[in-house]
């Protein structure tokens, strides 16, 4: 138990940063020998995050759930869902043998801004929050309620990003 | 070397994230085996930064300059000034060598906005950046003129912080 009291991080807004920033956290929590976890949402696992690697290697334990975005991909909505909830089991799970000082629920504000779970549900988990976990959620669209809930929030707000002027996605630094 | 053009990002703002996202971003590079180096500013070698252990294990090349801030330690204007003129030179001669294919400048927005560096001295370098080298420049108070000279640039904005509310940092969080 590395902390008396973990707090609730909340990274969002439509500038990048919000992954890598989460990613850096734990790399900081792991040099104070934190054990760390990441529950991931809608990472395709045939994709190339080459991080993951890395982080595994450092003893970081990864879970991914709903690897499918309706955005991106032919999923069905239902499907999604069903995984996202699938998610929040897994997540109480964890909550209940304490095994992580830091845990970072990767992407899912997107899971409840798309509708694949309400704010209901991401709460009664959060009330679960063991005392001494320091928990981080990542991804856009977090709601004025879910940022309530939280004790840390920021807004990573895009300046400027070369997406904008047609540069694409480059292996390395954007996945 | 990995990208053909490299760009530069700054992560700038006063919220929570901007060093994390550096060293997040720095992690998924090395996880597509980029050769990362880490110039710092203002980070007290005393103190007990612990990512940086992790960083360097992972075989990132970390240098530090200008270790005192006189908002936080006795320390002379003049003195500091020299120290980052002194990083700035390294940074050219690492520029000239073309070690790394990504290299983040912690802090070194807190070098112009406080009056340690110019904008004219910074520019100079950047525009020595070789053209494959992906630059990362973090700290709050990023200039106009310096994110327009950025491809990328995000905004940390605080929406809330514990430190708001007298909690204080706490190990393997904050630092």
């Given at each position: 138990m590395?902390?008396?009291?973990?707090?609730?991080?909340?990274?969002?807004?439509?500038g990048k940063g919000?992954?890598?920033?989460?990613?850096?956290?734990?790399?900081?929590?792991l040099?104070?020998?934190f054990?760390?976890?990441?529950?991931?949402?809608?990472?395709?696992?045939h994709?190339?995050?080459?991080?993951?690697?890395?982080?595994?290697?450092?003893?970081v334990?990864?879970?991914?759930?709903?690897?499918?975005?309706p955005?991106?991909c032919?999923?069905?909505f239902?499907?999604?869902?069903k995984?996202?909830?699938?998610?929040?089991?897994?997540?109480?799970?964890?909550?209940?043998?304490?095994?992580?000082?830091?845990?970072?629920?990767?992407?899912?504000?997107?899971?409840?801004r798309?509708?694949?779970?309400?704010?209901?549900?991401i709460?009664?988990?959060l009330?679960?929050?063991?005392?001494?976990?320091?928990?981080?959620?990542?991804?856009r669209?977090?709601t004025e309620?879910?940022?309530?809930?939280?004790?840390?929030?920021?807004?990573?707000?895009?300046?400027?990003?070369?997406?904008?002027?047609?540069?694409?996605?480059?292996?390395?630094?954007?996945?």
């Open positions: 590395k902390l008396k009291r973990g707090l609730i991080q909340i990274y969002t807004g439509d919000k992954t890598t920033a989460a990613i850096g956290q734990a790399l900081r929590a040099g104070h020998e054990r760390v976890g990441m529950v991931s949402f809608f990472k395709d696992p994709l190339d995050y080459d991080e993951i690697k890395i982080l595994r290697n450092l003893r334990d990864i879970f991914r759930f709903a690897p499918k975005h955005h991106f032919d999923v069905d239902k499907e999604v869902r995984d996202c909830l699938k998610a929040l089991r897994f997540i109480q799970e964890i909550f209940q043998r304490e095994e992580y000082d830091l845990l970072i629920l990767d992407e899912i504000n997107v899971a409840l798309d509708g694949f779970l309400t704010e209901e549900e709460f009664t988990l009330d679960k929050k063991p005392q001494h976990l320091e928990l981080i959620l990542t991804g669209g977090a309620a879910l940022i309530k809930k939280a004790d840390l929030a920021t807004e990573m707000k895009k300046i400027k990003h070369p997406f904008d002027k047609g540069i694409k996605g480059r292996k390395g630094i954007e996945f």
